[in-house]
T-cell receptor, first 113, second 113 residues
Framework: DQQVKQNSPSLSVQEGRISILNCDYT??????FLWYKKYPAEGPTFLIS?????DKNEDGRFTVFLNKSAKHLSLHIVPSQPGDSAVYFC????????????FGTGTRLQVTL | DSGVTQTPKHLITATGQRVTLRCSPR?????VYWYQQSLDQGLQFLIQ???????AKGNILERFSAQQFPDLHSELNLSSLELGDSALYFC????????????FGQGTRLTVV
């Protein structure tokens, strides 16, 4: 049962344009959402997060939007840069000390020149 | 540098053997998670410890076990190894568990031959 889904396995965007990565979840108990970036053979790196009490969180070029009614979140990267090329994972967790991060399957972003 | 240290970085061993992967969390983090990533697939949650106690369990095989010690470092023990256990094993830590970002180590690449 895939509780966090990233339906696009890959995305190609031109440098300078906006990259939009999408994520859907099914578990209504999730109340904290995160995006991670991962390069090959490295550990995931935390990018940005959002609590369920918000619908937007911005950090520099990265903005995460949360639509709770649709159980959907998205990551916007503006402008996209070649160094952004990586695999992006969305993750979700609930409250409490026993709450693990549940990851999506990832979207491979390629930013072309 | 995430502050999470995993050793060893690489491990090659034969089928049927037993190995131990070690993780030192970020200073002050009480929660440790173990994830498995096979063949550039998603991150599969194995197990979580919080302040020395097991808190959540994922699809962890019975041949695998883990513990968190009083100094909060954690070990993942993999026994009776099979070829299919070859994967990247990541450890992550967070201050308290849910509703907070977790920071990942660089991973241990296990190759079973």
């Amino acid at each position: 049962d895939q509780q966090v889904k990233q339906n696009s396995p890959s995305l190609s965007v031109q440098e300078g344009r906006i990259s939009i990565l999408n994520c859907d979840y099914t578990n209504s108990m999730f109340d904290y959402f995160l995006w991670y970036k991962k390069y090959p053979a490295e550990g995931p790196t935390f990018l940005i997060s959002i609590s369920s009490i918000k619908d937007k969180n911005e950090d520099g070029r990265f903005t995460v939007f949360l639509n709770k009614s649709a159980k959907h979140l998205s990551l916007h990267i503006v402008p996209s840069q070649p160094g952004d090329s990586a695999v992006y994972f969305c993750a979700a967790s609930g409250a409490g000390t026993a709450s693990k991060l549940t990851f999506g399957t990832g979207t491979r972003l390629q930013v072309t020149l | 540098d995430s502050g999470v240290t995993q050793t060893p970085k690489h491990l090659i061993t034969a089928t049927g053997q037993r190995v131990t992967l070690r993780c030192s969390p970020r200073s002050g983090d009480l929660s440790v998670y173990w994830y498995q990533q096979s063949l550039d697939q998603g991150l599969q949650f194995l197990i979580q410890y919080y302040n020395g106690e097991e808190r959540a369990k994922g699809n962890i095989l019975e041949r695998f076990s883990a513990q968190q010690f009083p100094d909060l470092h954690s070990e993942l023990n993999l026994s009776s190894l099979e070829l299919g256990d070859s994967a990247l094993y990541f450890c992550a830590s967070s201050p308290r568990g849910g509703n907070t970002e977790a920071f990942f180590g660089q991973g241990t690449r296990l190759t079973v031959v």
